[in-house]
Each structure stands twice: as C-alpha cells, then as structure tokens.
C-alpha cells in the first residue's frame, strides 16, 4: 500500500509539472493533492491572517512530544531506578508536566478558529451545520456523491482522516515488525493487538470516550474530543451571533459552569490533576481516564477560545472597542503574576514532600487552566491586535509556520520514534535528567 501511494504520488508530480494542472475537478483535485510539488509550495508558503496561532501552533507540538518522551522515559529500564523518583519532582522536570498543559492551547486554537469561521459565515449566510461538518474532512462538498462511490480514493485525497488511517495501518501491520527488545511487545505489540481491535473508535472520533483504557495510538484521544467540540460550538456559538448582547452574558456564565464542571469531576472521582509518576496507579488510571481524555474536562480550554474567536471576529469586523495601553499593561502584568504563581503550585505539588489532598487538587485543577488559558489566549490577543511587537514577530516567522503546517503529522507519528527506542532498548542504563536531556535533542 505505500509503494502504492509513493507511485502515486510520484505520478501526480511528474503530471503536474508537465501539464500544468488547474482547475477544481475531481480529477485535477486528486492529483493536486497527491503532487509533493504542489504540497512542498503550500507547506513554504506564509499566511499573513492571524498568523500568531501558527506560532502558538507549532511550539505547542513541541511541548506534546517533550512531555511524551520525558514521562514515557521514566518507564525505562535503569539501574538507578530510585533516583527517578526523586529526580522527576525536582524543580528540573516541572517543563515536563507543564507540557502535558499544550493540549489545552490546541483546544484553545481549535475553539478560537471553529468560532471565527462559523461567525464569518452567518454574517454571510452561509453557515449549514451538516455541511459544515461533512466539509470539516471532505475539502468539496458538490464531490460528497463521488466520496459515497470511491471513499478509499477520495479520503485519501484529503488530510485528516486519511492520516489517521494510514497510521492506524501502520501500527496494526508493518510496526510490529520493524523491531525487536526484550519490552518489544509491551511498548509496540500491545498498540497492534489494540489497533486490530480498537481501530472503527478512532475514524468515529469517540476512541477518547468508549474504551478508553484500551485506546488505538494513546495520542488520538485530542482527535476525538476536537471533533466532539467541533459539533458542539455551532450551538454555543449560534445564540451568541444571534443576541449579541446576551452573548455578553452567555460566554461567561459558560466559562464559571465549566470551570465548575472541571471541579465536579476532580471531586467524584478524587484524582490527581497531573501525571505524577510517584502516585499511586489509581489514581493515574484515574488522571488519565476523567481529566486526561474525558472531553467535558477540556471543555474550559474550547470554550475559552470560543471567547476569544468572538473577540477578533468583531476586531476584524470593526464592532470591538478599542483597547487602551493602560489596559495592555496591566493585563501583561496581572498574567504574568498568576503564572508565577500557578508554576509555584506546581511545583509544591511534585514536591517529594506533597501529600496528597483533594481541596488542593480541586483548586489547582480549576486554576490552572484559568490561569494558562488566559495566558496563551492573551498573547494572541495582543499579537492580532498590533501590540505584539517581537513576540508577534516570532511567532509569526517563517519556520514556525512551517512546522505549524506539519504539526499534525508530528502528532501523529512522534510516538513511533518513542515506542521503538523504547522497545528496542537492551540493557539498562543510569539515569541522568542532562542525560535524557541530550537524547531529545539528538
């Protein structure tokens, strides 16, 4: 199948230079998607619209994969096995279990962008729920009919679920064979047993929610609440179109609802709010399954950018009030501060010292996802309104709206990487924080 589709591939390329392909036909769509030209200009292009949440975008892929591979090393085998322990709730590790918070800033981006283009399309009239969702994966809706008669052909003409698929096949058949180690089948044969079972959950989007202890490419539980979200934010975002100044209202009593929802879930089930490898396994069973990838957990992190696609929608339409300097400053401030001292908690926390409590991990759960939220919806803020300055430079560079347009891929495929040096490792090894360091890097 992928000599297939680098055949494929090869001849959609050598057509297209040749013949110069225009048009949006079925065809000239099949083979402008398959032409790695055509693909390499996109992926080397700049968007120069709200081009700060590409920057957000990309180092928020970056901090999936450093807390992927710094929690997952923690597994290994090392002959200082007790130093793991006492080195992973050091001041060293807190990147780690604050990159485990990235997710949330995709959510952030999901909700902010999913808002700004519904809100685009009723002020054209132009907004249809059902089409919009079936447009979320097939690029053209008039080929909807060809999509029915040839779906293995059309999907594969697409990016979303075509990936997903292919990664999915890839871990089911062709990974399992391309090593071996003596935790060879814990790290990679059990994902193969799992994706030949599990695999119709993850193209449902419901992987997250329905047999989540046994879970097709641990990483795809994101893909499941997004999509879950994605059909959900019309709802919200429909009234607050509709009755712009209930929606002053509607949006924060959202806000204070979900926030107390996260609270709710934190006190029935009495888990932790970060993956602490010191824990006890229940309650990381528990993390994972209510707080992790239970999808009315991460609703504050959408909803918040639901927020925030309202506000530079009515910024570029011109019905926002402008912001004044004293407000900028005060607000960069104020943020900054509540970040210190959510990173202070944090790090109490992890502290070996930490004795659990569920008061303290009921009001970090809720504010830290206040606190980080705002933060990263903020700098944003400030960026698409002409305050950035380097910041908004940066993040609006070229590279990073390379990586940004690759970032999925990277999400789904990191943990290939992972799960082989992981499975083929051989003999144990002395633990070093520098050490795992270096070995990111590489």
């Known amino acids: 199948m992928l000599g297939a589709l680098v055949s494929l591939a090869l001849a959609a390329t050598v057509y297209e230079e040749r013949f110069n392909v225009e048009g949006g036909g079925i065809f000239q769509v099949v083979v402008q998607s398959f032409s790695m030209s055509n693909n390499w200009r996109k992926l080397t ?54 990159s485990s918070l990235s997710v949330d800033s995709f959510l952030l981006l999901g909700g902010a962008l999913r808002t700004y283009n519904v809100l685009e399309k009723l002020e054209r009239k132009k907004f249809f729920y059902f089409k919009d969702v079936i447009q979320r994966y097939l690029r053209k809706f008039k080929y909807f009919l060809f999509a029915l008669i040839f779906p293995y052909l059309y999907f594969y003409a697409n990016r979303l679920t075509p990936a997903l698929a292919v990664t999915i096949a890839f871990y089911a058949t062709i990974f399992p064979l391309l090593g071996s180690g003596p935790t060879w089948f814990q790290d990679v044969g059990v994902q193969k047993e799992v994706c030949q079972e599990n695999w119709p959950l993850n193209l449902l989007y419901v992987n997250n929610i329905i047999d989540p202890d046994r879970m097709c490419i641990v990483q795809t539980w994101y893909l499941g609440a997004d999509m879950q979200l994605y059909l959900l934010a019309p709802l919200i975002v429909y009234p607050i179109w509709m009755w712009p100044s209930a929606g002053k209202y509607i949006i924060p009593v959202m806000l204070a609802l979900s926030s107390l929802l996260t609270a709710y879930i934190i006190f ?30 991460r609703l504050f992190s959408y909803l918040a950018g639901v927020t925030l696609g309202k506000i530079l929608s009515s910024i570029k339409n011109g019905n926002a009030e402008k912001t004044s300097k004293e407000v900028f400053y005060s607000s960069s401030i104020l943020s900054t501060l509540a970040l210190s001292v ?61 990586i940004s347009k690759l970032s999925f891929c990277m999400f789904l495929t990191h943990y290939i990487v992972i799960n082989h040096l992981n499975g083929s490792t051989r003999q144990p090894e002395y633990f070093c924080f520098i050490r795992q360091v270096s070995i990111l890097f590489e």
């Open 342 to 402: 959510i990173l202070y908690a944090v790090l109490q926390y992890i502290s070996p010292d930490y004795k659990y409590s569920l008061g303290q991990s009921i009001s970090l759960g809720v504010l830290i996802k206040i606190v980080v939220t705002f933060c990263i919806a903020w700098i944003i803020f400030v960026c698409e309104t002409g305050h950035g300055g380097r910041t908004n430079r940066f993040l609006s560079c070229r590279p990073l709206q390379f």
């Open 45 to 98: 292009s700049c968007n120069t619209m709200m081009a700060s949440l590409d920057g957000i975008r990309a180092l928020s892929i970056f901090a999936v994969m450093l807390c992927h591979f710094g929690l997952t090393n923690l597994t290994l085998p090392y002959i200082n096995k007790k130093d793991i322990f006492d080195t992973s709730r050091r001041i060293e590790y807190l990147p780690y279990y604050l």
């Open 268 to 297: 029935e089930t009495d888990t932790t709010v970060l993956f602490v490898s010191t824990f006890e396994d229940d309650k990381l069973a528990s993390y994972f399954k209510w707080i992790h990838y239970f999808t009315p957990s």
